[in-house]
T-cell receptor, first 111, second 114 residues
Framework: GDSVTQMEGPVTLSEEAFLTINCTYTATGYPSLFWYVQYPGEGLQLLLKATKADDKGSNKGFEATYRKETTSFHLEKGSVQVSDSAVYFCALSTNAGKSTFGDGTTLTVKP | DAGVIQSPRHEVTEMGQEVTLRCKPI?????LFWYRQTMMRGLELLIYFNNNVPIDDSGMPEDRFSAKMPNASFSTLKIQPSEPRDSAVYFCASSFGTSAETQYFGPGTRLLVL
C-alpha cells in the first residue's frame, strides 16, 4: 500500500538556519504530494503542494520538488524564523481516494 | 469565508457513552474526510466521502464507529459505546474534487473518554 516516511524529529534550529525535512514515499500510480503545517491547537493547513514529477511547490520561503526518480519530496527553507516552529506533515493523495500522511516532524526554532 | 466548522471543540465523556462529532465542510466542496490524531498513531484517515457517498471506510477502527453524510453541508462521526482508547483529536477536512486535491482542515474536536 501507499506510505510516507518523513524525517524523525524533533528538529531544533537557531533562527536564520537552513532547514531540510526529508520525505520519501511509495505509491501506486501518480500521487499528488503535499506538505501541511500544524500550529499548536489548530488543524493542519496546506503549506505547499506538487502534482506531477519535477514540479516545485513553494510558499512563505519553503520549497519542495517532486522527485519521481528518488520518490522524494524534501522540504527546505533557507532561513527559518521563530514563527516557523510547528509540526510539519508530508502527505500524498491519489484520485483513488486514499490520503496518506507521514508521522509529522516537530520543528522548534530558537531565537 | 468560513472554513471547515467542527463541533464541539472539546468533549469529555465517560466510558460507554455515545459521542457524536459534527462537521460542516466548506461550501462547494464535494469531498469530506474524517481523521483521528494521537501521539501513538499519528494522523489516521478514518473515512472519506465523495458527493455524500462513503468511498473508503477502511480506516474506521471497528463497529463502534460510524459516519454519515446526509447532505453536502453536514457530516457526523459517532462512537457508541465510547472507550478510553478513543481519546484523541478528531479532524474533519474537505476538498473540492477528488482526494488528490488540497484538503482544508477544521480546528478539530478534542475528545477525552474517562
Amino acid at each position: 500500500g501507499d506510505s510516507v516516511t518523513q524525517m524523525e524529529g524533533p528538529v531544533t534550529l537557531s533562527e536564520e538556519a537552513f532547514l531540510t525535512i526529508n520525505c520519501t514515499y511509495t505509491a501506486t500510480g501518480y500521487p499528488s504530494l503535499f506538505w501541511y503545517v500544524q500550529y499548536p491547537g489548530e488543524g493542519l493547513q496546506l503549506l505547499l503542494k506538487a502534482t506531477k514529477a519535477d514540479d516545485k511547490g513553494s510558499n512563505k520561503g519553503f520549497e519542495a520538488t517532486y522527485r519521481k526518480e528518488t520518490t522524494s519530496f524534501h522540504l527546505e527553507k533557507g532561513s527559518v524564523q521563530v514563527s516557523d516552529s510547528a509540526v510539519y506533515f508530508c502527505a500524498l493523495s491519489t484520485n483513488a481516494g486514499k490520503s496518506t500522511f507521514g508521522d509529522g516532524t516537530t520543528l522548534t526554532v530558537k531565537p | 469565508d468560513a472554513g471547515v466548522i467542527q463541533s464541539p471543540r472539546h468533549e469529555v465523556t465517560e466510558m460507554g457513552q455515545e459521542v457524536t462529532l459534527r462537521c460542516k465542510p466548506i461550501s462547494g466542496h464535494n469531498s469530506l474526510f474524517w481523521y483521528r490524531q494521537t501521539m501513538m498513531r499519528g494522523l489516521e484517515l478514518l473515512i472519506y466521502f465523495n458527493n455524500n457517498v462513503p468511498i473508503d471506510d477502511s480506516g474506521m477502527p471497528e463497529d463502534r464507529f460510524s459516519a454519515k453524510m446526509p447532505n453536502a453541508s453536514f457530516s457526523t462521526l459517532k462512537i457508541q459505546p465510547s472507550e478510553p482508547r478513543d481519546s484523541a483529536v478528531y479532524f474533519c477536512a474537505s476538498s473540492f474534487g477528488t482526494s488528490a486535491e488540497t484538503q482544508y482542515f477544521g480546528p478539530g474536536t478534542r475528545l477525552l473518554v474517562l
